[in-house]
């Protein structure tokens, strides 16, 4: 009856002109909220998690793919952004001094090691858009007004800059139809450049669903109280910018004590539950276990006031016992020339630790400064079960590191070479195999027997994002040991090379034992893989590109467990 009446009620003209009325209304108020919001509201119910320091090197790296991890194992769509506030539109034109290693995803991006770390934990591909940078926000924006997109107004930090990374970060979420974005904001909070960032993500709890955590540092006094005060100022400063943390994490030498606890709870304004202790432990994928174990998974759905659901961490926790119960142990000589910094080659440190997992093993990591071998030091006074040369740029160090590769290949030591470490093998090779003593790469001098020479199209006054970058396809050759380690025949790795092979001299490697067992799919049909043809060599492989970049914690490199087998074999 009711539906008969309303229905008879919406055929009289009257009913409809009303309703034409209202709708109009609507539509004004709605187009004029519009122009107030800005900018829009995501539609998905995706809940934002911003993480913040109170000084850098805290390891909010760890703490965000830590969170990232224990909610991805409860089955939740993880999207997760790494903003770093420098002006560099990214990592690509930074030296490994100031930075460490420059992490390159599959889609060519040169980013901070951050986006590694969380790749290693989540066995997902990031890309381009998971790093926000201070250049790279500004850059949009100065384009967009100058394509006139502000329509006369006056561009400013607030609004335009602080909308600009908001809507980006909203992107990403939506794109990936995100349960959680977790959005790592480096550096300190109260620097300069990180405010624009931190007033962005204030302004985003306004329409979506914000959580923040906080990361603090507990230092300890002589007497070993651990002090709190450092971290009351850290919180405060957050405050002053309108960001209240509902999570702190302290970093400290041993756990958090509760005294310590009950006095960041008073002075910070959070409950004492959601303080965590994340204190050192040394080994970092032991983490999402040790968040676990403190019920961080239980405090945060609680603080997005959702139900609790179970984490399964079931393979991962298998795997870290795995290594735990290990016996055997190798040494692996990596020759390097930032061997002071161990953070230039993180992803290749990190590739040798999957492997230590999955099989069970200890890898000691000899870090070998190539000067010292170019100066007359004797790896033969190591007990190496193996030789690592990894990339590199410049010519200082090279003759150390063509000495290693000289070692290894004479004396039948498991070799691994990657990208610089590829091409000096080549040259190596020419020079003490082919009797070309003069053998090298334009990147180092004028020669006439440049065997690595300049990729095509590189123009080397344009630094910035130019090398060949990212995945490439390579075609790889049956029966060679390539084929053995991948057990297939197209294969796609990341690369970040302006030289390469010089094919003319191909033939001549290939008649003395040198095998290109892996080339670009492509017309330059570019030398991916070398191996030695020699049987008696138990490993000489180099990868023209950066096998290190895809091993995760779930799934390691299957070029570095070939590698290392054929390490622990001779054990
Ligand atoms: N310097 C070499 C080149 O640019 C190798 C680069 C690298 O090892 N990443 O080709």
Known sequence: MAKYKRAKKAKSGKVKKIKAAKNTRRTRKISQTRQLRHPKQTLKSTKYIFVTGGMSGLGKGLITSSAAKLLQSMGYNISIIKIDPYVNVDAGTMSPFEHGEVFVTSDGYESDQDLGVYERFLNKNLGKEHNITTGRIYW????????????????????????????????????????????????????????????????LAFHENVKYIHAVFIPESTLKEQKTKIAQHSVQKLREMGIQPNILMTRSETPLNEEARKKLSLFCNVKESNIFSFHYIGEIYRMPLVFYEQDFDKIL????????????????????????????????????????????????????????????????????????????????????????VPGGFGARGIAGKIKAIEYARENNIPFLGLCLGFQLAAIEFARNKLGMREANSTEFSKTKNPIIYLLPGQDLNKLGGTMRLGDCECKIRKKSLAHKIYKKVNIAERHRHRYEFNNKYKKRFENAGMLFSGTSDDKYKLGEILELKNQEHPFFLATQYHAEFTSRFEKPSPVFMEFVRACSEGV
């Not at 999955?358 to 990591?365: H, S, V």
């Open 301 to 388: 759905l609680k603080e997005f006031g959702m139900q609790e659901k179970k984490a399964n961490l079931h393979e991962w926790r298998r795997t870290i016992e795995k290594k735990s119960k290990a016996n055997k142990n190798i040494t692996i000589g990596i020759v390097g020339k930032y061997s002071k910094l161990e953070d230039s080659y993180i992803s290749i440190e990190q590739a040798l630790k999957h492997c230590e997992y999955n099989f069970g093993i200890n890898i000691n990591i000899e870090w070998l400064d190539a000067e010292k071998i170019e100066k007359g030091f004797l790896l033969s006074n190591l007990q190496l079960d193996g030789i690592l």
């Open 140 to 203: 949009q924006v100065i384009q967009k007004e100058r394509q006139g997109k502000y329509l006369g107004k006056t561009v400013q930090i607030i609004p335009h800059i602080t909308n600009e990374i908001q809507d980006e970060i909203k992107k990403v979420a939506e794109d990936e139809n995100a349960d959680f974005c977790i959005v790592e904001i480096g550096g300190t909070v109260g620097d300069i450049e990180s405010s624009p960032f931190l007033e962005a993500a204030r302004q």
